[in-house]
């Protein structure tokens, strides 16, 4: 029971996730992109500053801004940054797939730089992975949206911010880190939007809305997403992230009018299927390791 709970969870979640890059594409189309990132921005802060006071924390301790916590906060915010920016000309549907190599790349890095072993048919499923958001981009067709690349380079951000998390220190608790990348938001907001010279514009008639669905959804999303590894297994829960491509595509066709072609979806499809097979692996080898340690006396 704890597995479907887990998983209808993280459902949820990747649902939520999904109508909130909605309301991001609607805002920044008639608001400036760095007021919609400083507004994210602030929610987030005071969001996950309360939190952390319900649990006697101090929000943002001074560790946050220093070493491994501080490049984290700067990923993320970088990761937020390419992501806004790309979701106003980037097709909802092609944005949801693009971002689903993040765990390929997070397995690509961490091998790379954290040393974690991997196998040859997890390498394999990793190459396949890219070789799918390749055949999403298509960058020598016709079909080429340069936008794109801001998504693939937010992806690269968002990989590198999850390699790095695991470098923190662990007694800054996650809703410390989360409230220092707000702030890391809020700055890049601002500087952009001096370095753009877009003041901000007083949102009208369902700009509210979108604004608001931007800022404040991610809220549930997040603690979904959290629920979902507490009351689940994570090698049931995890592969129901990618539902997120479903929420996506469907929203994309719905609200935008996006048209679905073949090659899209065949690079979704491939995208899916390496992550999945290459997160199967890490969870048979975990299993194995553990089998393999010796019993306390």
């Known amino acids: 029971m704890g597995n479907l709970k887990g998983a209808g969870w993280m459902t949820l979640a990747m649902g939520l996730y999904a109508i909130v890059d909605s309301c991001i594409k609607l805002a920044t189309e008639t608001m400036p992109k760095a007021q919609v990132l400083v507004a994210i921005g602030i929610v987030g802060l005071v969001a996950f500053s309360l939190a952390a006071k319900s649990k006697g924390l101090k929000p943002l301790p001074v560790q946050v801004f220093r070493g491994a916590a501080l490049m984290r906060g700067v990923f993320d915010a970088g990761a937020s940054v390419f992501f806004v920016f790309a979701l106003r000309d980037v097709d909802l549907s092609l944005f949801t797939t693009i971002v689903q190599a993040n765990p390929l790349l997070v397995v690509l890095g961490a091998a790379i730089f954290l040393g974690e072993p991997v196998g040859w048919r997890r390498w ?56 220092a990348a707000f702030v890391a938001l809020i700055a890049a907001g601002f500087l952009l939007g001096v370095a753009q010279n877009t003041p901000p514009l007083r949102p009208e008639g369902m700009a509210w809305l979108y604004l608001g669905g931007a800022c404040f959804l991610f809220i549930p999303a997040v603690y979904a997403m959290v629920a979902s590894m507490r009351v689940g297994d994570v090698s049931f829960v995890a592969p ?48 194995r390791a553990s089998l393999s340690k010796p019993e306390a006396l």
């Not at 992975?129 to 801001?150: E, H, K, M, N, Y």
């Not at 937010?154 to 999850?162: K, N, P, T, Y």
């Open 124 to 179: 394999t499923a990793i190459m396949v992975g890219l070789c799918g958001v390749l055949i999403v981009l298509r960058p020598t067709g016709d079909s080429f949206t340069p936008a794109a690349i801001l998504v693939v380079l937010g992806v690269i951000l968002q990989a590198s911010r999850d390699i790095v998390t695991r470098m923190v220190n662990r007694d800054i608790h996650t809703l410390q880190l989360s409230a």
């Open 240 to 287: 129901f992230r990618y539902t997120r491509i479903v929420f996506g595509l469907a929203l994309g066709v719905i609200i935008f009018r996006e048209t679905l072609d073949g090659w899209t979806l065949l690079g979704a499809v491939i995208i899916v299927v390496s992550g999945l097979y290459s997160f199967w692996r890490e969870t048979q080898a975990k299993r």
